[in-house]
DNA sequence: ATCCGCCTCCCCCGCGCGGGGGAGGCAAAT
DNA sequence: ATTTGCCTCCCCCGCGCGGGGGAGGCGGAT
């Protein structure tokens, strides 16, 4: 293995390539092996380079970044992917990072950081872009605060509802009656404006009342 | 507002504190205000420093970080929460970052990336440790695979499955029969090996089969 | 001492739903 | 040409469930 870091880039725009190239090219480790104007002819690039790590604009024509992450990921797994969008966020993100996509940075990224996102990722580490981390962590946060109305009893009700059992079945598991789980299962259901135990269910994971 | 960034250490280990400290205050623009050795005391030191992070062991005696964590959540809101914990992912992680804490790195992070992160989540943006990240977006990823025995059409009514719909509805919003759609819920019902729609609408989120 | 929220339990009714059958058409695969 | 999978449609039955009532006890708030 060589020392230096072997760089593709992808983007449908030549100025784009080239200011890429040539920020990339001042860090004496990396090493620019080729550029490509759209997901396509970047896929083949790749095949035929085999480089460490691709830099690849989201939207590009033909074969967008998307298509071609994916593609590349079952061609060629251990080439890394660093994806490079505009100054929004894009929620494709999301589809990306399940698809195996190592790094994401918007383009208004510092040349500095930008090199040590390359760095870090070429090393096998995962980049996300502060805004993308951010945002990942607001999904993964439950979206608090809209309804704590449930008393204590109900939140346990609402849990037993999101399972198989019938009422009957939780009765007997809270050892109270059948109609005491109805009653409090009918309220339940009028608290949350939810027709049917199946809807409030889903309303509870939503909602993070209760975890899937 | 200063231009330093004022940091509190909480560890129950004094060379631990000793190391974090020595090393924060190479940076000239950091200013180590204070240490606890527990979540108790640093919880009192906290609101008397006000500082603006907190870098919190996150396993301590008496009260540990994430019960600091909280706390201080609650109290200050506005006081940036680091944690810090040994070289293993702890899947406390998920619940921390849903409560609020900003940053997350493990112990073997090397100094450097240790500065960076702290004025990264000093100014209000996120920071997990690659680890973390990894294993975040694991998470965020659908578990895929187990079973798309489905046919277009089957993936099609099991969402509408998952709407408050009676099948009378779902057939008539489909222009079928409502009988048809009863076919295909059985057919549903059994492939996926679930006693009611409730549940198979839960099994298909948690396999990524439809959004929530 | 009264009120109110919560938990408990009971009754009745109608219908949506799950589960068991069966059947015909149509296209792709073989 | 036969098979196989998919989509379509039909029947019957039993029961779990949603929605409408009501009632009593118990603890905290005032």
Same mark, same amino acid.
């Given at each position: 293995?060589?020392?230096?870091?072997?760089?593709?880039?992808?983007?449908?725009?030549?100025?784009?390539?080239?200011?890429?190239?040539?920020?990339?090219?001042?860090?004496?480790?990396?090493?620019?092996?080729?550029?490509?104007?759209?997901?396509?002819?970047?896929?083949?690039? +790749?095949?035929?380079?085999?480089?460490?790590?691709?830099?690849?604009?989201?939207?590009?024509p033909?074969?967008? !970044?998307?298509?071609?992450?994916?593609?590349?990921?079952?061609?060629?797994?251990?080439?890394?992917?660093?994806?490079?969008? !505009?100054?929004?966020?894009?929620?494709?993100?999301f589809?990306?990072?399940?698809? !195996?996509?190592?790094?994401y940075?918007?383009?208004?990224?510092?040349?500095?950081?930008?090199?040590?996102?390359?760095?870090?990722?070429?090393?096998?580490?995962?980049?996300?872009?502060?805004?993308?981390?951010?945002?990942?962590?607001?999904?993964?946060?439950?979206q608090?605060?809209?309804?704590?109305?449930?008393?204590?009893?109900?939140?346990?009700?609402?849990?037993?509802?999101?399972?198989?059992?019938?009422?009957?079945?939780?009765?007997?598991?809270?050892?109270?009656?059948?109609?005491?789980?109805?009653?409090?299962?009918?309220?339940?259901?009028?608290?949350?404006?939810?027709?049917?135990? +199946?809807?409030?269910?889903?309303?509870?994971?939503?909602?993070?009342?209760?975890?899937?």
């Amino acid at each position: 293995m060589s020392d230096s870091i072997r760089i593709l880039i992808m983007d449908d725009h030549a100025v784009v390539r080239k200011g890429l190239a040539m920020v990339l090219r001042l860090e004496p480790s990396f090493e620019v092996v080729g550029e490509a104007e759209n997901g396509r002819v970047g896929l083949e690039a +790749a095949k035929r380079l085999n480089p460490d790590i691709v830099l690849v604009d989201l939207v590009m024509p033909e074969v967008d !970044g998307q298509e071609m992450a994916l593609a590349l990921r079952k061609s060629n797994p251990n080439i890394k992917i660093m994806m490079l969008t !505009g100054t929004e966020v894009d929620d494709r993100v999301f589809d990306l990072v399940a698809a !195996g996509v190592e790094g994401y940075v918007l383009k208004n990224i510092e040349p500095g950081e930008l090199v040590r996102a390359i760095r870090a990722v070429a090393h096998g580490e995962a980049y996300l872009h502060p805004d993308v981390m951010r945002k990942a962590v607001e999904r993964m946060k439950p979206q608090h605060a809209p309804a704590v109305l449930l008393t204590p009893r109900e939140m346990e009700i609402l849990e037993w509802m999101a399972t198989p059992n019938t009422y009957k079945q939780i009765a007997s598991q809270l050892s109270i009656s059948e109609e005491t789980v109805r009653s409090h299962a009918k309220n339940i259901l009028e608290k949350m404006k939810q027709p049917n135990r +199946a809807q409030a269910a889903l309303m509870a994971i939503k909602m993070g009342l209760i975890k899937l």
